[in-house]
């Protein structure tokens, strides 16, 4: 399957990824190098494999629903790139 | 003598006879990093650091005694910057420990407050993909030391490091343990801990100790290893005590050689070395014999759809708003400010490998392409976990070379993603099948280039590896040899 440039523009916005257009050419390239190889996987046929997501035998883990410690507000906002007070701080959100 | 040419294990000896204290050690080792980084780039951030391992009060009677140990720049290091080489991580200083870090603590261990390099968020496998520029191979100045973890390999290799600890995804300890020399294991998954680890792919990642001999591996994983309520993924299973795998013969072991690891694309002179390797296990009292896994051709292709799919989830969280780089002034005006914020921050924040690999990753998983790609590939990866099944219902572990070439020049591959990618293919499989698998120097090109040969086992048979790895060590020369710098 060919993956167009234009897929590759939807599929950035959709990563949120700004590309500058130099960078859109040569990733679609490659993205649809990349995809050629990976489709030798359809020469198998896999109708009745079961997929694995979980390599070992691991079923839900739960814990008591107890207080734990917690990180401060201070260590947790310390990292911010912008900040007031106890919040993160974005671009305005609604106009 | 030069303490920072010793082994951890050596040391141990010096340091419990008080011939030596720790803050020897960590003298040694800054006059050291001093003298050669500024040639082989292993650390980053050298420039802001001050080289100073960080000293806890080591007790006498704790296992690592205030030796240090290199950290990679993706496991979190409490308010020690952890930026996974990366832009968009700029200034992260983690608010809290990873486990691991924790349990190195607790057993004193002094963590070096110089990170190690690596491919940006483990992207790759040369090293070549860090925001702060490549890493150099200690044995050949103008090679890649492998990656992604290459910085804490070229440091082992390099004497700038007396252990180190990495983290494989796709080969990312055992490959660049096999370009510089050194010995690389990465763990059964969920065997260690991944909190704290920044995560790439999380069915995949495992952290593992990057060391000069068999001994130091199995003292680290010592440490390291064990069930983490933190990582629902981190197994219920006990430690045992893997320094009792050392010294044990192979007398007997059922060694399993896979053909398909033996075709074409396998470097000649890896080759040899690595047939010179399986003689030389044969004369020490193993079986060999030959088998098939027969899906190998697909793990290169299914872990490119598994390992982008959830790196592509994973780096989500890198957006602008909590931590690391912002870009301030939006340019892309045709959305809302916040998007804007969001695609400008990633589209100038991630490099190029990480760009290609996060819309690889949601193109495998987007609406339409889903079956096709991503549901796919877990059904392949079934078939490649049922090939090991098989074989280790028969076999103690299967030896295979690590990686099919020795070192490539710098710049040799990262203009074409495809045929780096290839570079993983023989250490792939191991993450896909989540067995533990360990890269020990085996022999040198022509060019003095080394060598690695990878021994794999069932899930939870590390000490398996330590006996065969050990034994191997023990009868050959090679992990004595070091680069000259």
């Not at chain 1, 859109?24 to 109708?47: G, N, P, T, Y």
């Not at chain 2, 690595?274 to 193993?286: Q, R």
């Given at each position: ?61 739960l814990r008591e629903d107890t207080r734990g410690e917690s990180l401060a507000v201070e260590k947790t906002l310390m990292n911010a790139p912008r900040k007031e007070g106890n919040f993160f701080v974005v671009p305005k959100v609604i106009e | 003598m030069e303490l920072y040419k010793l082994t951890g294990h ?297 390992a982008t799919a959830e790196a592509s989830s994973n780096l989500a969280r890198f957006d602008g708003v909590q931590y690391g780089f912002r870009a301030e002034d939006s340019r892309s005006k045709d959305e809302s400010k916040l998007i804007s914020m969001y695609k400008d921050t990633r589209g100038q924040g ?112 590390e000490e398996t590896l330590f006996r065969v790895a050990h034994t191997y060590e023990q009868n050959t020369p090679w992990h004595k040899r070091r680069p000259t710098l």
């Open positions: 399957m060919a993956i167009t440039k234009e897929t590759v523009e939807y599929v950035a916005h959709l990563a949120r990824i700004q590309l500058e257009e130099h960078e859109l050419e040569k990733l679609s390239a490659q993205l649809k190098s990349i995809l050629d190889f990976i489709d030798q996987l359809k020469k198998l046929e896999v109708s009745n494999i079961k997929p694995t997501s979980h390599i070992l035998p691991i079923n839900n883990v | 050596e040391l141990l000896k010096k340091l419990s006879s008080k011939e030596i204290t720790s803050e020897d050690i960590s003298l040694a080792l800054k006059k050291r990093i001093k003298e050669t980084d500024p040639r082989v780039k292993a650390y980053v951030r050298t420039d802001k650091s001050g080289t100073e391992a960080k000293r806890i009060e080591a007790r006498d009677n704790s296992a690592l005694k205030g030796i240090p140990v290199s950290i990679k720049d993706n496991i979190c290091t409490d308010g020690l910057n952890t930026e996974c080489s990366s832009r968009i991580l700029t200034g992260f200083k983690p608010p809290y420990d990873a486990t691991v870090i924790k349990k190195l603590k607790v057993s004193g261990a002094s963590i070096l407050d110089l990170k190690t390099n690596m491919d940006e968020f483990a992207f790759g496998s040369s090293t070549e993909n860090s925001f702060f520029g490549p890493t150099r191979n200690p044995w050949n100045l103008e090679c890649v030391p492998g990656g992604s973890s290459g910085g804490s390999a070229a440091a082992v290799a390099s004497d700038e490091a007396i252990m180190a600890l990495g983290s494989d995804t796709g080969g990312s300890i055992r490959q660049p343990a096999s370009f510089c020399g050194v010995v690389g294991l990465k763990p059964t998954y969920g065997r260690v801990s991944r909190y704290g680890l920044i995560a790439f792919a999380s069915s995949l990642d495992q952290i593992g100790p990057i060391t000069k001999d068999t001994e130091d591996s199995a003292l680290l994983m010592n440490i390291i290893s064990g069930h983490d309520p933190f990582d629902s993924t981190s197994a219920c299973v006990d430690v045992p005590d893997y320094t009792k795998s050392l010294g044990m013969d192979i007398k007997g072991l059922k060694i399993a050689i896979p053909k398909e690891y033996f075709v074409e694309g396998l470097d000649p002179q890896v080759k040899s070395s690595i047939e010179e390797a399986i003689n030389e296990l044969k004369k020490l009292g193993a079986e060999i014999k030959e088998v098939s896994l027969p899906h190998s051709e697909y793990a290169v292709p299914v872990y490119y759809i598994i991630f490099g190029q490998e990480a760009k290609r690999r996060i819309i690889l990753g949601t193109f495998v998983l987007s609406h339409g392409y889903y079956d096709a790609y991503y549901l796919r590939a877990l059904k392949v990866r079934t078939l490649i976990k049922e090939d090991f099944d098989a074989v280790f219902k028969e076999f103690d572990c299967i030896v295979t070379p690590t990686a099919p070439t020795a070192a490539f020049k710098i710049g040799e591959k990262i203009e074409d993603p495809l045929r780096m990618y290839l570079s993983d293919i023989y250490t792939i499989s191991a993450n896909l099948s989540g067995i533990p698998a360990i890269s020990v120097p085996c022999g040198f090109t022509k060019n003095d280039l080394p060598v690695g040969l990878q021994i794999l086992a069932k899930p939870f048979g």
